[in-house]
């Protein structure tokens, strides 16, 4: 009987667990909010985590694929216009204007009827125009 | 200065040829000033013909058959360059051009024409005398005469300072229906070399025109051939040429919109290289802006345009170019002044 402890009555009940405080320490220390998040994932079946996961990471690719395609081609769109079609479109407009302006000064020296390119002046005989 | 005038574009001076299969690309061309005038869209080529089936036209030289597309795609331009035509006569004209560029040499090149007396259309005179002479001192010469109403001869050399690196002569037989030409390229007598190329070309109808050339070259040690045939077809306000041959197959398609705006569709394939290019050129011209604005778009993606505007009332012409490799993203521009 000389092995055998004898317990006080005194003593309470035997601690054979730390206290409550420091078990949630541990687990908090453990796994972050996000961590927590993610396992609760891990309820769906694997095929469709796997199909989500395959299709996330697909979208991601297309999206890089689609910003970078489509800058390359608003550069190229952009510069092929600039030569091919920009000089004819300011050398129109520059015509369009000068015969605007010649209209102008054709008006303003022959009376409004003989505004129009090739209009009859009336009964008037024709003013020379000196340009 | 009608005669002069008609002489005023000089050949352009082309890459030595040296033993090249393609005997027609690498030998000097006809100016376009001189061959008889190209296919006019609405009306049948050459000669015009009665109203019932009669003899069919001259269908114009071989070389001519691509021309038309190739008229309508720009060329690129680099550098500056300042040209100053002056005509001294109606049968002299001398030329002045100074060249300023970025990736070849700077140079001035002075350049003669002499226009004879011999009349034999209202553009065309013989003899046709061209020289050119560059500030190193290398020569083109070309030297046209007509022979005979129908036979046409030229002898043109090229020279690289004081080596001659391009001697040629050609001499052209036009028939009523039938166009034929032979040319010997750099014969050497004494190394027994040389490349000579024979066209033929027939009138099958008004609108059809087959045609053959057959280059054979020969080196001391090595010879051989090169055959390709050749097909055209003019319609109302379209000219098709196709030409197959041993050397590859180019195709070109031109196209007259409205006396506006002129199409031109190119496709270039090659058997020595396994490569084949599309390419597709406009031509605008605004005679009332006096601008002719040209522009290209290629399968190797290459953009490119020029701007030829006349700033009248001085007889002066400015020409803008620039060309854009979107793939390799390289870009190159040039400025052209002529005066005269």
Not at chain 1, 64 to 90: C, D, E, H, N, Q
């Amino acid at each position: 009987m000389a092995g055998i402890e004898e317990l006080s009555p005194a003593a309470g009940p035997v601690e054979t667990r730390p206290p409550e405080g420091e078990i949630d320490e541990d687990e908090e220390l453990d796994e972050t909010i996000l961590e927590r998040l993610w396992g609760l994932t891990e309820m769906f079946p694997d095929t469709l985590r796997s199909a989500a996961e395959v299709t996330a990471s697909g979208s991601v690719t297309v999206a890089k694929k689609l910003y970078s395609f489509s800058r390359a081609a608003l550069w190229v769109g952009t510069t092929s216009f600039m030569i091919l079609v920009l000089p004819v479109v300011f050398e129109t407009e520059r015509l369009q204007l000068e015969q605007q302006q010649l209209q102008q000064q054709r008006q303003i020296l022959l009376g409004p009827n003989a505004g129009m390119s090739g209009g009859m002046p009336g009964l008037m005989p024709p003013a020379p125009v000196k340009m | 200065m009608g005669n002069v005038l008609a002489a005023s574009s000089p050949a352009p001076p082309s890459a030595p040829g040296s033993g090249v299969v393609q005997g027609g690309p690498g030998l000097v061309s006809v100016p376009p000033g001189f061959s008889m005038p190209s296919v006019p869209p609405p009306s049948v080529p050459g000669q015009p013909a009665g109203e019932t089936g009669s003899p069919l036209p001259n269908p114009g030289t071989y070389e001519e058959c691509h021309r038309k597309c190739k008229e309508v795609v720009p060329i690129q331009l680099e550098g500056v360059r300042l040209v100053v035509n002056k005509g001294l006569s109606n049968h002299f004209q001398v030329s002045h051009t100074v060249t300023l560029s970025t990736l070849a040499e700077s140079g001035y090149r002075f350049g003669a024409t002499y226009v004879g007396t011999q009349q034999t259309g209202p553009a065309e005179s013989f003899p046709v005398m061209m020289g050119d002479m560059d500030n190193t001192g290398s020569l083109n010469a070309q030297v046209i005469h007509q022979l005979t109403s129908a036979v046409r001869s030229k002898i043109a050399i090229q020279t690289q300072q004081h080596k001659f690196v391009n001697w040629q002569c050609d001499l052209e037989y036009r028939g009523d229906d039938f166009t034929s030409a032979v040319t010997l390229g750099n014969p050497d007598v004494l190394l027994g070399s040389g490349i000579i190329v024979a066209h033929y070309l027939q009138s099958i109808s008004p609108a059809l025109a087959l045609g053959g050339e057959l280059v054979y070259h020969r080196r001391p040690g090595e010879e051989g051939a090169v055959t390709s045939l050749m097909g055209r077809y003019t319609g109302n306000n379209y000219v098709a040429t196709l030409t197959l041959g041993g050397a590859g197959a180019h195709a070109t398609y031109y196209h007259r919109a409205n006396d506006q705006l002129q199409l031109g569709v190119e496709f270039e394939g090659s058997m020595r290289t396994q490569e084949t290019a599309v390419s597709f050129g406009y031509q605008l011209d605004l005679p009332k802006a006096n601008l002719l604005f040209k522009g290209s778009v290629d399968s190797n993606w290459v953009v490119g345009a020029v701007l030829e505007k006349k700033l009248l009332p001085l007889p002066l012409s400015l020409a803008l170019g620039a060309f854009l490799n979107q793939k390799k993203n390289t870009f190159q521009c040039g400025v052209n002044v002529t005066v005269g």
